[in-house]
């Protein structure tokens, strides 16, 4: 074994590298910060696409579909992010962004079907499409969880409970339960775009509430789904997709925290959480090449595939129950589709802003061509990463001090007959009289009231 004093700038280092080794492998994949383009990227994307004055997203441009109506859930989704990362360090643009959640909500998302209602009920959010009520609920929890405002949370819980799952129905065979895309005839049957969503919706309701039935419920969606819907190489349904990729994803690493399944279960739900996310940024399938997410269409829908994936992606590699090495991958692959996005961007007419559906080119169309769903897919991506690094960035911080106030507090240790034993910072006695450092774990100690690194 080496011995050697350390100075408090390299006990410093070390302690940072051997306590909080996940932030610092994560922080060191940060070469380019993009917050700042992440503010003018969100301000592009509601100067050309929001109606300010009511919270959702425009029919300014030909590729707005007006039922797209789970598209207003995404587009939200950003604002909402955006709000979470400024509502401590600038007050007045998130209380802006806090003005336009409401207006949203007071608008019913721009629900073309819901019901007529001045009561602030779950009716308004009403509509055929079950996968597109999933969205909003999803969104609205998520407005809950970043401002506390309980009407939120209250209009998600009845949604689910009294629209979503009364439509679902039990499968003998997996002992599951599945949704129908729609209730309109054309639609009634099951799929990974419903199917995820309500999976997620319901294991959040069980972390918000504690009770069983959401625990059920999100159980038998994802059993359903796991039987009959994904695929062995991690394709969910066919073709695979990067938003049904990211959803599954999120369900996984969800269930993965608040089920008690055993040791198997909830490692597959781990392993899972990463299989289908790391799918989506490495197949063909799902790629044009090099990890940069491909063109997934220019509909309305297809065009906002994207913007789902993202934020699930950047909350996996927050997670830190989720191993080091497989965050890292995704952090990366995040930014190297951030840094081709924004090199694609044209900044001469800002606020004016938009973003091609294919992430490696310029978009070339005119103004009235511009896409919502692609604006939106590229904003989440901007406003996550942007998202991701500050967290990464204030972990690693938050772990340096940590370590710094730890050693500052270590305790003065007495002149006695036992001051040659070995100490942990903390001040525990580990061996005493001094017997030497063979086979003593790696690591910090006192000996001799001097710090002393074995390794």
Same mark, same amino acid.
């Given at each position: 074994m080496m011995l050697r004093n350390l100075t408090i700038s390299?006990?410093?280092?070390f302690a940072t590298a051997g306590l909080a080794q996940g932030e610092l492998t994560l922080y060191k994949t940060i070469k380019e910060n993009y917050e700042t383009k992440a503010d003018s990227m969100v301000n592009a994307f509601i100067e050309s696409f929001m109606i300010k004055n009511k919270g959702v997203f425009n029919d300014k441009y030909q590729y707005y579909a007006f039922n797209a109506y789970w598209t207003q859930a995404h587009a939200m989704d950003v604002i909402v992010y955006c709000y979470e990362r400024h509502k401590e360090d600038n007050k007045t643009l998130a209380n802006k962004y806090k003005s336009y959640m409401s207006l949203w909500y007071n608008n019913k998302a721009n629900?073309?079907?819901?019901?007529?209602t001045s009561d602030g009920s779950y009716k308004m959010f009403e509509n055929p499409f079950t996968d597109d009520m999933c969205w909003i609920t999803l969104t609205l929890l998520h407005m809950y969880e970043a401002t506390g405002i309980v009407k939120y949370r209250t209009a998600a819980r009845n =949604?689910?409970?009294? /629209? =979503? =799952?009364?439509?679902?129905?039990?499968?003998?065979? #997996?002992?599951?339960?599945?949704?129908p895309w729609n209730t309109n005839g054309d639609g009634n049957e099951p799929n990974a775009c419903t199917q995820s969503p309500a999976t997620l919706i319901a294991a959040k309701l069980y972390?918000?509430?504690?009770? @069983?039935? *959401?625990?059920?419920? %999100?159980?038998?969606?994802? %059993? *359903? #789904?796991?039987?009959k819907i994904v695929k062995a190489d991690y394709r969910v349904e066919e073709p695979p997709l990067t938003y049904t990729q990211g959803t599954f994803g999120e369900a996984c690493r969800i269930l993965y925290h608040v089920t008690d399944e055993g040791t198997k279960a909830k490692n597959d739900y781990k392993k899972f959480a990463y299989q289908y996310i790391y799918y989506a940024f490495t197949s063909s399938r799902c790629t044009s090449s090099n990890n940069i997410l491909r063109d997934e269409g220019s509909s309305g829908d297809q065009s906002i595939f994207k913007a789902v994936l993202i934020p699930y992606a950047v909350n996996f590699v927050l997670d830190t129950d989720m191993a080091t090495t497989y965050r890292k991958v995704i952090a990366e692959f995040i930014q190297k589709n951030t840094k081709t996005l924004y090199a694609n961007l044209k900044w001469d007419r800002y606020p004016i802003v938009f973003c091609n559906f294919n992430w490696a080119k310029p978009w070339t169309g005119e103004d009235k061509?511009?896409?919502?769903? %692609?604006?939106?897919?590229?904003?989440?991506l901007l406003e996550n990463t942007a998202?991701?690094?500050?967290?990464? =960035?204030? +972990?690693?911080?938050?772990?340096?001090? @940590?370590?710094?106030d730890a050693i500052e507090a270590i305790p003065e240790i007495a002149?006695?007959? +036992?001051?040659?034993?070995? /100490? #942990?910072l903390d001040g525990h006695l580990v061996r005493t009289p001094w017997q030497g450092t063979d086979n003593l774990p790696k690591g910090l100690y006192i000996i001799n009231r001097k710090k002393v690194l074995v390794r």
């Open positions: 390299a006990l410093l280092l629900n073309y079907a819901g019901a007529s =949604i689910f409970d009294f /629209y =979503i =799952i009364k439509r679902a129905t039990l499968d003998e065979e #997996t002992g599951g339960l599945w949704l972390k918000e509430t504690g009770l @069983e039935k *959401y625990l059920t419920y %999100a159980k038998q969606l994802y %059993a *359903y #789904t796991s039987k061509d511009a896409s919502m769903g %692609a604006m939106c897919s590229g904003t989440s998202r991701m690094q500050k967290a990464i =960035i204030e +972990n690693y911080e938050r772990y340096q001090q @940590e370590q710094e002149e006695t007959e +036992n001051t040659h034993g070995v /100490y #942990t």
